[in-house]
């Protein structure tokens, strides 16, 4: 550990805040914890590598806030509620102009949601950020991808495809990760592949009335899949009815943003699979958080995903 | 996520073993864990690269072995029971025979200590290796960096240097850390570099006996540095009484064994303080854990690691 990792650490550690439940945070060989009296933890850990996971010129802000976003939101469709956790950070250099960009994007969401980082690790070498996060949960009220019952209905939050168009944008170079858009649609989409919203208060919302959910980062139809998979059915989505953006579909067209809706990941909405008993209480919990859940399709018996429709070819040949 | 990735999870996730306190291990969003009642949480997060924080060429096995061991040392510098974890690998590429040597390291010390991986991420990329480590220790009797009371004796596990010694040789080429050595006391310290002990079930006994405790990974000046610095007082060190390996000694010489010993990283011992009543006490734990504990020094007014040595010039240049 050089000096230089003493004065990078002591400069993360000045934006973390304190919590109650933490005893001691950064500073000791570890953190010390005290977690809720009859909850579970939820732990999940995940890593954005440069040029992987985000355009190389993305801006340090947006890599802290979609860093710790992704993670959030495995939380979010755990149900917990999010606490603390860890960043392990590896840099080719240590720019404390760079490294406070990141701590005000990271640290921005963090506090939206009273997160607090309580440790880590910061090395020499390629961009690379590793999370693990913990939340919780009351015991017993976890939602887990393996509860999906026939007959449930499946539903999904917000709208999906967005994050893959702005990246089909950035790709064909009409886009900058770097700078706004002067088009209102393209800097929607923009916003949704830089800074993604973990649905968090939703999670929490869906406490004992989901009966499976699951975050959309790797494509609707692969993340259902993983539900049905994991429950033992088979989900049967309408491919008409999956929610796309005006923007998206303004401008990159109606058929390509469908495909995006349906394969494309990094939109971080929730899809989850519920009683068709719990619709007025979704459609109550929906006006709460003034963000929109679509009902797509039905669990039924059998295996995989099926969507029967000529844009879901590839998601359907893939994962189902 | 690529099916590649999946493939590779799923290869790591077949060695994980079970605990009845995960509700849930890997395969969902995120683990669920039901922690003790009347226990605090130790969290710590470290991270090895390649070519930093080992050669290159060091055998996956031993990879394993050591990525898990600096995150239970910091575990056991805190008296923490070690419990599940998480780990983020970043690897060029997925090769299986690669994965499977990884595990068989990481996975020997993990299971000697009933110590559960429950989530994780790989992505492609330079080799790295990131362990988020969760222990648990009973409410109130976590091991500190800031507790060191003047007066305090200050002691050292096993011995120091050994690691320092065996890279030196290495960087000298008179050792391969691919191949054992011919020599034994050689063999010895290149087991010290490759596949160091934490000295988790010390951390454990030292509950309510040290006063603050720090494991010895950056050098043992620097490291006691921090119990110094957070505690508000000065350590004395005699150089002389520091406990070198006659491995060291042989193979590098007496005097640059104590300089190993003084600064030299790696090896992953405890240095931890406590009053001079507990010295039968300690006696007795070394005993029953077949393992020395060397008296090294006194806690002092003042601040800084005071080592009057020439020997220890450096490390009081440094830290002090």
């Known amino acids: 550990m050089s000096l230089a990792e003493f004065a990078l650490i002591e400069r993360i550690r000045a934006r973390s805040k304190g919590r109650d439940d933490i005893v001691l945070g950064i500073g000791d060989d570890a953190a010390l914890l005290?977690?809720?009296?009859?909850?579970?933890?939820?732990?999940?850990?995940?890593?954005?590598?440069s040029g992987v996971h985000f355009p190389p010129e993305t801006q340090p802000a947006d890599i802290g806030w979609k860093t710790l976003a992704v993670n959030l939101s495995d939380l979010a469709a755990m149900g917990a509620t999010p606490a603390w956790g860890t960043l392990a950070l590896s840099l080719p250099s240590a720019e404390a102009e760079w490294i406070d960009a990141f701590a005000d994007g990271f640290f921005a969401l963090a506090d939206a949601h009273d997160w607090r980082l309580i440790g880590g690790d910061t090395t020499r070498g390629p961009l690379s950020l590793s999370v693990t996060a913990f939340g919780q949960v009351p015991q017993g009220q976890a939602l887990r991808r393996d509860g999906a019952q026939v007959g449930d209905d499946i539903w999904v939050s917000g709208t999906l495809g967005d994050a893959a168009a702005a990246l089909q944008r950035w790709q064909g170079g009409a886009l900058s990760v770097?700078?706004?858009?002067?088009?209102?649609?393209?800097?929607?989409?923009?916003?949704?592949?830089?800074?993604?919203?973990?649905?968090?208060?939703?999670?929490?919302?869906?406490?004992?009335?989901?009966?499976?959910?699951?975050?959309?980062?790797?494509?609707?139809?692969?993340?259902?899949?993983?539900?049905?998979?994991?429950?033992?059915?088979?989900?049967?989505?309408?491919?008409?009815?999956?929610?796309?953006?005006t923007s998206a579909e303004r401008v990159i067209g109606r058929e390509a943003a469908r495909q995006c809706a349906l394969s494309g990941g990094d939109d971080y909405e929730l899809c989850f699979t519920a009683p068709p008993a719990c619709r007025e209480a979704l459609a109550e919990?929906?006006?709460?958080?003034?963000?929109?859940?679509?009902?797509?399709?039905?669990?039924?018996?059998?295996?995989?995903?099926?969507?029967?429709?000529?844009?879901?070819?590839?998601?359907?040949?893939?994962?189902?």
């Open 34 to 49: 005290q977690p809720l009296a009859g909850h579970w933890l939820a732990v999940t850990a995940d890593t954005l590598n």
């Open 178 to 245: 770097t700078d706004p858009a002067a088009d209102a649609d393209d800097e929607l989409l923009r916003q949704r592949l830089l800074r993604p919203t973990p649905r968090v208060r939703l999670g929490i919302a869906l406490r004992g009335i989901a009966t499976a959910a699951v975050d959309v980062s790797d494509g609707l139809l692969a993340d259902l899949g993983h539900i049905a998979a994991r429950s033992g059915v088979a989900a049967h989505v309408d491919a008409a009815l999956v929610p796309c953006s």
């Open 285 to 320: 919990i929906a006006a709460r958080l003034s963000l929109t859940v679509t009902c797509i399709g039905r669990v039924v018996h059998g295996t995989g995903v099926h969507c029967p429709s000529a844009l879901a070819r590839q998601g359907y040949a893939h994962f189902s």
